[in-house]
């Protein structure tokens, strides 16, 4: 059974009809194809009507969508089953909640590493939420220098509601994780490219974020804080998470005004769950694009141009 | 019927038992509760005489502490704008507004050049009081003016943090204020300069997974808190009591993320050994 988010009602009850309609010819031959044809007309309208005018709560709910695809699933399908994973940090143990390994896209290997969420809850439990602990981020830093050793470029899919909060992640230096992972991100010579596939939260995405391309698919989202998280702190209450999603300007479209990233990927109508294969080919499209075009610029170069392009970061007044 | 029975009606303390002190002439300490003349807690550095207790000062305390006599600040000038207009209970403007009066601070950091015992240095110091000691644009732009300066004047940097973490008012603008400042410790480092990142009361998100932890010595003043997560929610995460000092100085050190603690009474000194140490 397909989930529907509550602002989707109206498209499940013409998903319903559909279903029903091609039922009754199954059923008893009478020919509802005519009547499938102006429901899926139908269908087509009022998704675009919704999608349309999302706001950016709605986008923040569809970036949480059950149906939507993760990082395996982009990286096994876009290296047609060439990916290999590589486990481990070499330090204590291997976070299931950070994937990582070499691919190849139409012959050249690429090195991706992403958080990876589970499907159910038995592998949400194992993914933990797709939560990264100290190890994932060190996992991730020695993926990137293999990467870099071997001058092969990099793709890092973030998909996170924050790094792991929890007791022993503070014991291994959360903290310091992940600001090793940004500092040396910097300093690879290899272009990277970051994709915010679903939610972007906080030093949880920005730790496998520095790149010289940073994009985000249409309906995911990156900010500071997750939008339920800035309610009750600013608002002390749950209760005004929608608002907080307005105010802290967390879609693509925002990100991309505030020249925080450089690129959006469109998502198919309906949302990336709705046609994964489209999905796929855009995100496919935009990594080619990216490698080939940072494949061209000296190490060097790439280097500083990327110290440069987050320095430029911020906005203030005065001198 | 009730289990306790309340035999005393009202309040019963008597005026002179009261532990109510005027504040201005005496420091009362929030740990042991001891007490001394405000003259004097100021003569040990606002930290207290009975237990040890470091109280929070403020950057210009700081950069009076650490530098020998007079020092120039930089980039005074520098204020938060407010490209977001956020708005939550109150307008963001608003907000910076009234800090700005109360605390005559423009924002949450000071940056100063000057001598350490002879040596040329850079300090930026954070001020708690400025919205938590948060970091938006413009603590991210003075790091990178004090990165600047320590490249220009060939002079150490160090960065003296006291912060709640990014500041959400400024979203994914004071997230990338991580990226920037991490950029631009890459220049001082390449520069072959050293930064000495000092942690104290207290270092919490943003700050702590970025600049503070990357110190190439990272030095804390005693039972500072210390965390990525604040104690509050890894409680909440998972459902039990926090152990004993937690996530404070020593605990930090314990576990291999700093390399030393000083009081801060000898914090001037041993920074100038280790200056010198990289010097020569």
């Known amino acids: ?46 998704i675009k009507g919704i999608y349309s005018e999302l706001t950016p709560w709605q986008r923040v709910q569809l970036s949480r969508h059950p149906e939507r695809p993760y990082s395996l699933d982009y990286i096994n ?12 940090d070499r330090n204590v143990k291997d976070d299931k909640a950070m994937i990582g390994g070499f691919g190849m896209i139409d012959g050249q290997t690429v090195m991706f590493v992403g958080q990876q969420k589970g499907v159910n809850t038995k592998q949400r439990q194992y993914r933990n ?101 800035c309610s009750t702190i600013l608002w002390r209450s749950w209760d005004f998470k929608e608002k907080a999603a307005e105010q802290l300007n967390l879609t693509s479209s925002d990100m991309k005004a505030l020249k925080i990233i450089d690129e959006i990927v469109k998502e198919p109508l309906g949302g990336a769950h709705r046609n994964r294969e489209e999905v796929f080919a855009n995100v496919k499209a935009c990594i080619q694009k990216n490698i080939t075009k940072y494949q061209k610029v000296e190490a060097s170069k790439l280097v500083s141009k990327r110290i440069d392009k987050f320095c430029d970061m911020g906005v203030y007044k005065g001198r | 019927m009730g289990w306790f029975k309340r035999e005393k009606q009202g309040i019963t303390t008597t005026t002179g038992e009261k532990k109510e002190i005027k504040e201005g002439l005496w420091y009362k300490c929030p740990k042991c509760q001891s007490v001394v003349s405000s003259d004097e807690h100021k003569e040990t550095l606002n930290v207290c005489k009975t237990c040890g207790h470091h109280e929070r000062i403020t950057a210009e305390d700081y950069f009076n502490l650490l530098f020998d006599g007079k020092y120039t600040e930089i980039a005074k000038g520098l204020k938060s704008d407010d490209p977001l207009k956020f708005e939550d209970t109150k307008k963001y403007v608003d907000r910076v507004k009234a800090v700005e009066e109360k605390t005559g601070l423009k924002d949450a950091i000071r940056v100063a050049h000057g001598k350490i015992e002879s040596q040329t240095a850079v300090i930026a110091a954070m001020d708690f009081g400025f919205i938590g000691g948060s970091m938006g644009s413009v603590v991210g732009e003075k790091i990178a003016r004090a990165v600047d300066k320590a490249i220009a ?128």
């Open chain 1, 1 to 46: 059974m397909p989930t529907y988010l509550d602002f989707e009602k109206p498209i499940e009850a013409i998903d319903e009809e559909v279903k029903k309609a091609q039922e009754i010819e199954e059923n008893s031959g009478v020919d509802t194809s005519k009547t499938v044809k102006e429901l899926e007309k139908k269908l087509k309208t009022t």
């Open chain 1, 77 to 88: 399908h876009i290296t047609d089953g060439t990916f290999i994973e590589l486990h481990g």
């Open chain 1, 129 to 229: 939420f797709g939560m990264p602990n100290p190890e994932g981020y060190r996992k991730a830093l020695r993926l990137f220098k293999l990467a870099e050793k071997f001058n092969k470029p990099i793709v890092t899919l973030i998909d996170t509601p924050g790094a792991f909060p929890g007791l022993e992640a503070e014991e291994r230096g959360q903290g310091e994780a992940i600001a090793r992972n940004i500092y040396e991100m910097m300093n690879i010579k290899v272009p990277i490219i970051c994709i915010i596939i679903g939610e972007g939260a906080s030093g949880g995405a920005l730790g496998i974020g520095v790149g010289d391309q940073v994009v985000m698919l249409e309906n995911s989202w990156y900010s500071v804080i997750s939008p339920e998280n």
């Open chain 2, 153 to 280: 004047t060939e002079s150490p940097l160090i960065i003296i943090s006291k912060s709640g973490g990014a500041r959400m008012m400024e979203a994914g603008l004071s997230l990338m204020q991580m990226a920037k400042t991490s950029a631009k410790l890459n220049q001082l480092s390449e520069a072959g300069l050293p930064y000495i990142s000092l942690l104290t009361d207290p270092t919490t998100g943003g700050v702590t997974a970025s600049f503070a932890m990357l110190g190439d010595i990272n030095i804390a003043e005693p039972n500072a808190l210390i965390a990525f997560a604040g104690p509050r929610v890894v409680k909440e995460t998972i459902g039990r009591d926090l152990p004993e000092g937690f996530q404070r100085s020593e605990f930090v050190l314990e576990h291999g993320f700093l390399d030393l603690i000083v009081e801060r009474k000898d914090l001037k000194s041993k920074i100038a050994q280790l200056m010198a140490q990289f010097a020569n």
